[in-house]
């Protein structure tokens, strides 16, 4: 059965680096998303994407954050300088684009970002 | 404020036990509500609710929508340890894009044996 896959499972970084957090969705969907989620708290929306560009982003995605599609596969979650409040586990999510199945999200694993 | 609202956070039962799990929402121009399953990591889609009344099947689970009465449930028959996990319910709207969804904070639920 296709997947979202995530890599890296769990990441390490200091704070004010950069991170890319990378995700490769199902290969026919069309809508790709970001989510986070702080330990113990809410799944948080962070980013929608779709035809190349980004649909709709939260309040929580800032100039720090930003999204590219650098090929046919993947989809990457880039974090400038970052900082102690972004350790989260950030699921990267895909749809089809088929009416009534564009709702129905695919998750892959999450990357664990500990940001020390 | 548009806003979606679990409960129980927690709920701990004995293997065999029937759940039932709600969700309650206030959000203008609601679309559709789903439900997950998040076991270690990534939610896993469950149910897509747009109609009221018509439920909606899946082994022991089930789960129905009552948009007059702005409502969900999650229904677990004949539990499992398999079945511990957070069960988090989201709306989708119109008016924001096609792609957000107004997530609930979810149920825990623990199964023993």
């Known amino acids: 059965e296709p997947e979202v896959t995530q890599t890296p499972s769990h990441q390490v970084t200091q704070m004010g680096q950069e991170v890319i957090l990378r995700c490769v969705p199902i290969?026919?969907?069309?809508?790709f998303y970001w989510y986070r989620q702080i330990l113990g708290q809410k799944v948080e929306f962070l980013v929608s994407?779709?035809?190349?560009?980004?649909?709709?982003k939260s309040e929580i995605f800032d100039d720090q954050f930003s999204v590219e599609r650098p090929d046919g596969s993947n989809f990457t979650l880039k974090i400038r300088s970052t900082k102690l409040e972004d350790s989260a586990m950030y699921f990267c999510?895909?749809?089809?684009?088929?009416?009534?199945?564009?709702?129905?999200?695919?998750f892959g694993p999450g990357t664990r970002l500990t940001v020390t | 404020e548009d806003k979606v609202v679990q409960s129980p956070l927690s709920l701990v039962v004995h293997e065999g036990d029937t759940v039932t799990l709600n969700c309650s929402y206030e959000?203008?121009?609601?679309?559709?509500l789903l439900w997950y399953k998040q076991e270690k990591k990534a939610p896993t889609f469950l149910f897509m609710l747009?109609?009221s009344g018509i439920e909606k099947k899946s082994g022991r689970l089930s789960s129905i929508l009552d948009k007059k009465e702005l409502f969900s449930i999650l229904n677990i028959t004949a539990t499992q340890t398999g079945d511990s996990a957070i069960y988090l319910c989201?709306?989708?709207?119109?008016?924001?894009?096609?792609?957000?969804?107004?997530w609930g904070a979810g149920t825990k639920l623990i199964i023993k044996p």
């Open positions: 989201a709306v989708d709207v119109y008016g924001y894009s096609n792609y957000q969804l107004i």
């Open positions: 959000v203008t121009n609601f679309r559709s």
């Open positions: 747009t109609s």
């Open positions: 290969s026919n969907h069309l809508y």
């Open positions: 994407f779709y035809n190349n560009e980004i649909s709709e």
């Open positions: 999510a895909s749809s089809a684009g088929t009416s009534g199945r564009r709702y129905e999200q695919y």
